[in-house]
């Protein structure tokens, strides 16, 4: 079974401190992705990974980062956590290029106090 | 632009009842169309797809649904709902760019 793995299922972090998710998936997929969720707002695309060392800005980048040095794992950085960033992340990979579906992680609750 | 609508943000029906969800969509090319369930506190799963061929195809869970072209439509439906259904439900156009364009969802609440 494809499977997405997320590190953690909560975290509380206090502002200004550097944050990483974590993501990983044993399907030799090429293409990763991170989500942010937020009631009202649906999905919205923080960053894209099409293969290792690459990355596209999704529709929210700001104030995030990304690092994809192996193709399974894929780390979303958050560099200075604010209270804005207090959210559910997704995490997710599809297999290559055209219109295959997406698996999805756990998700990750983020709280910043 | 592409998009993708979910009209209904909020749907509550009786368990039992028959239920159907409503997704519209706009991309010029041919769609690539998906429906993902999300139970409370978790990630999405995959109901079902629409790549190309019979345009009613069925998913997990009990779940079908309907591809017509002329509407821009990818309605789900399930005839008879149960209390385990209650979730969030988004629709999912593919893009040629390897990313998928997502409705903003629709909250199900199953009465008993």
């Known amino acids: 079974d494809v499977k997405v793995t997320q590190s953690s299922r909560y975290l509380v972090k206090r502002t200004g401190e550097k944050v990483f998710l974590e993501c990983v998936q044993d399907?030799?997929?090429?293409?990763m992705f991170w989500y942010r969720q937020d009631p009202g707002l649906g999905l919205r695309l923080i960053y894209f990974s099409y293969d290792v060392k690459m990355k596209e800005k999704g529709d929210i980048p700001e104030g995030y980062s990304v690092s994809r040095e192996k193709k399974e794992r894929f780390s979303l950085i958050l560099e200075s956590a604010s209270t804005n960033q207090t959210s559910m992340y997704l995490c997710a990979s599809s297999l290559s290029t055209g219109y295959t579906e997406a698996f999805f992680g756990q998700g990750t609750r983020l709280t910043v106090v | 632009a592409q998009s993708v609508t979910q009209p209904d943000i909020h749907i509550t029906v009786s368990e039992g009842a028959s239920l159907e969800l409503r997704c519209n969509y706009s991309y010029g090319a041919t769609p690539y169309l998906f429906w993902y369930v999300q139970s409370p506190g978790q990630g999405l799963q995959l109901l079902l797809k629409?790549?190309?061929?019979d345009t009613l195809v069925q998913g997990i869970k009990g779940f079908e649904a309907e591809f017509k072209r002329s509407q821009s439509s990818f309605n789900l439906r399930k005839p008879s709902v149960h209390w385990s259904d209650a979730a969030e439900y988004f629709c999912?156009?593919?893009?040629?760019?390897?990313?998928?364009?997502w409705g903003l969802g629709t909250s199900l609440a199953v009465n008993p």
């Open positions: 999912a156009v593919g893009a040629n760019n390897r990313k998928l364009i």
């Open positions: 399907m030799d997929h090429e293409n």
């Open positions: 629409y790549f190309s061929g």
